[in-house]
């Protein structure tokens, strides 16, 4: 079992930066590897970046690529999206997720319970 907590989310103005941390429990976190996804009102949940067991592979949705950033500190059992150039299209729930490492929610095993990101124009 793993418990996953996300924290850092909150309310900014386009163009500006925000830094999600996801802190990890139970199960060895580096036995997984991560991903971050997201859900915005009225909308389904959609990838946006994982990260491999080690951290150096890793792979985006388009949207994000370049503004975006997916690491990870085993040593702090910590999971981390550096987002720069929010743009309002990038409100939403940010979930943290352990599984496999793919695009695809269903490999992913355990959910945090998600922090909310808004942008605003």
């Known amino acids: 079992q793993v418990q996953l907590v996300e924290s850092g989310g909150g309310l900014v103005q386009a163009g500006d930066s925000l830094r999600l941390s996801c802190a990890a429990s139970g199960r060895t976190f580096s036995s997984y590897s991560m991903g971050w996804f997201r859900q915005a009102p009225g909308k389904e949940r959609e990838f946006v970046a994982t990260?491999?067991?080690?951290?150096?592979?890793?792979y985006y949705t388009d949207s994000v690529k370049g503004r975006f950033t997916i690491s990870r500190d085993n040593a702090k059992n910590t999971l981390y999206l550096q987002m720069n150039s929010l743009k309002p299209e990038d409100t939403a729930v940010y979930y943290c997720?352990?599984?496999?490492?793919?695009?695809?929610?269903?490999?992913?095993?355990?959910w945090g319970q998600g922090t909310q990101v808004t942008v605003s124009s």
């Open positions: 997720a352990a599984g496999d490492y793919s695009s695809d929610s269903r490999k992913y095993h355990y």
């Open positions: 990260i491999s067991r080690t951290g150096v592979v890793t």
